[in-house]
T-cell receptor, first 116, second 114 residues
Framework: GAVVSQHPSWVICKSGTSVKIECRSLDFQATTMFWYRQFPKQSLMLMATSNEGSKATYEQGVEKDKFLINHASLTLSTLTVTSAHPEDSSFYIC????????????FGPGTRLTVL | AQTVTQSQPEMSVQEAETVTLSCTYDTSESDYYLFWYKQPPSRQMILVIRQEAYKQQNATENRFSVNFQKAAKSFSLKISDSQLGDAAMYFCAHIIQGAQKLVFGQGTRLTINP
């Protein structure tokens, strides 16, 4: 149980285009989902917290207009990187919690984004 | 503010030996949870072990155990009988009861020497 998937697992796009990454909870209802960014050999950096049916809460320094997050259902959250640039290239990880307890987050396998 | 510090960027151990990864944290709260996550080369985050702050007994999961020193705000991970599959990045993390944010340490890269 408690499986989280991400799609795609990797994506390459041209500079200036937008890319959407999906995060799905497969066997539980995720009232809250989290989006992280991870640079090589570094820790996870929380970008935003997404609660189902409401606007995402972004961490300081994260551009909400560049990283659009939608959590339209209890099993799906999406992260759209708009007008992507090479500096947006990174590993993006989502996690989800059922809402009964924030004590454990279940992580997706991550998405590697490369912007040319 | 919550902080989590892992002072060992890299560690190595011989296969079958025991290794301890260090983690300290800072919080003014009394009710919280601590975690160790493993991130192998696949980069999938895997929960290794969890400790509730209100429990005095150290958590244990098979070959993995923790030394939780609440007063010292220390939470180290001991891996016994190290196996090649234990090679990974290990992240210590902390969350306050009732909060949403999981705060991670910088990570420790563990190498297992055959």
């Amino acid at each position: 149980g408690a499986v989280v998937s991400q799609h795609p697992s990797w994506v390459i796009c041209k500079s200036g285009t937008s890319v959407k990454i999906e995060c799905r909870s497969l066997d539980f209802q995720a009232t809250t989902m989290f989006w992280y960014r991870q640079f090589p050999k570094q820790s996870l950096m929380l970008m935003a917290t997404s609660n189902e049916g409401s606007k995402a809460t972004y961490e300081q320094g994260v551009e909400k207009d560049k990283f659009l997050i939608n959590h339209a259902s209890l099993t799906l959250s999406t992260l759209t990187v708009t007008s992507a640039h090479p500096e947006d290239s990174s590993f993006y990880i989502c996690s989800a919690t059922s809402g009964r307890s924030f004590n454990e987050q279940f992580f997706g396998p991550g998405t590697r984004l490369t912007v040319l | 503010a919550q902080t989590v510090t892992q002072s060992q960027p890299e560690m190595s151990v011989q296969e079958a030996e025991t290794v301890t990864l260090s983690c300290t944290y800072d919080t003014s709260e009394s009710d919280y949870y601590l975690f160790w996550y493993k991130q192998p080369p696949s980069r999938q985050m895997i929960l290794v072990i969890r400790q509730e702050a209100y429990k005095q007994q150290n958590a244990t999961e098979n070959r993995f155990s923790v030394n939780f020193q609440k007063a010292a705000k220390s939470f180290s991970l001991k891996i016994s009988d190290s196996q090649l599959g234990d090679a990974a990045m290990y992240f210590c993390a902390h969350i306050i009861q009732g909060a949403q944010k999981l705060v991670f340490g910088q990570g420790t890269r563990l190498t297992i020497n055959p």
